[in-house]
C-alpha cells in the first residue's frame, strides 16, 4: 500500500475548514445556553419554510380532501414554527424537559434491564445499571434545571465540534488522503 497525498487545495481547504470547527467549538464552549437557543431557532427558521412549502403544495395540487389537509398541516408547522421563532428560551426548555422524559424512560429501562436479565454476562449487566443510574441523574438534573441540562448539552457539542476541527486540520497539514493498495 502506498499513500497519496491530498491536492493542495484540498489541503487548504481543510485547514480553513478545521479553524471554522475550531472558532465554533470555542463558541459553543463560551455561550452554551446561546447554542441551544440558536438551534432551536434555526429549527423554526427551517420548519417555517416547510410549511410554507406544504401550503403551497397543497394549493396547487390536484387532490381532493388530501390537498386541504396539506394545507391545514402547513397552517400548523408555520404556527408552531413561528412560537419557536419567537419564543425560542421557552421552546428549548420544553424540548429539552420532553427529551429528559425519554431519557428518564431509558434508564429506568436499562436498570431493570440490568438487575432482571440473568442471560446476559455479569460485566453486561453492570454496565446497564451504571448507564442507566447515569441517565436517570442526567433526567433529573435537566428536569430540575434545563438550563443546566442546556449547558451540558452544549459543552458536549463543543468538546465533539473541537476533535473534529482538531481531525480536520490535522488531515489538511499532513495531507494523508487515502492508501491505495497496488496489486502485482
Excluded: C, N
Aim: charged residues 10%; glycine residues 14%; without cysteine.
Amino acid at each position: 500500500m502506498s499513500e497519496t497525498k491530498s491536492p493542495g487545495w484540498l489541503r487548504a481547504a481543510q485547514i480553513g475548514l478545521g479553524i471554522i470547527a475550531l472558532i465554533l467549538s470555542i463558541y459553543v464552549l463560551v455561550f452554551p445556553g446561546a447554542t441551544i437557543v440558536t438551534i432551536v431557532f434555526i429549527i423554526g427558521i427551517i420548519l417555517f419554510v416547510v410549511g410554507i412549502e406544504r401550503i403551497i403544495v397543497g394549493i396547487f395540487s390536484p387532490g381532493g380532501r388530501s390537498r386541504w389537509g396539506t394545507v391545514g398541516l402547513g397552517i400548523l408547522v408555520l404556527i408552531i414554527a413561528g412560537i419557536a421563532m419567537a419564543f425560542p428560551v421557552g421552546t428549548s426548555v420544553f424540548v429539552l424537559f420532553v427529551l429528559s422524559i425519554a431519557l428518564l424512560f431509558d434508564g429506568i429501562a436499562r436498570l431493570i434491564h440490568g438487575f432482571g436479565d440473568r442471560s446476559v454476562g455479569k460485566g453486561s449487566r453492570i454496565f446497564s445499571i451504571v448507564a442507566g443510574a447515569i441517565e436517570i441523574g442526567v433526567a433529573i438534573m435537566i428536569m430540575v434545571s434545563p438550563f443546566a441540562g442546556a449547558v451540558f448539552l452544549s459543552i458536549l457539542l463543543s468538546i465533539a465540534l473541537l476533535i473534529v476541527g482538531i481531525q480536520i486540520i490535522v488531515a489538511g497539514v499532513t495531507g494523508t488522503r487515502f492508501s491505495v493498495r497496488r496489486e502485482m
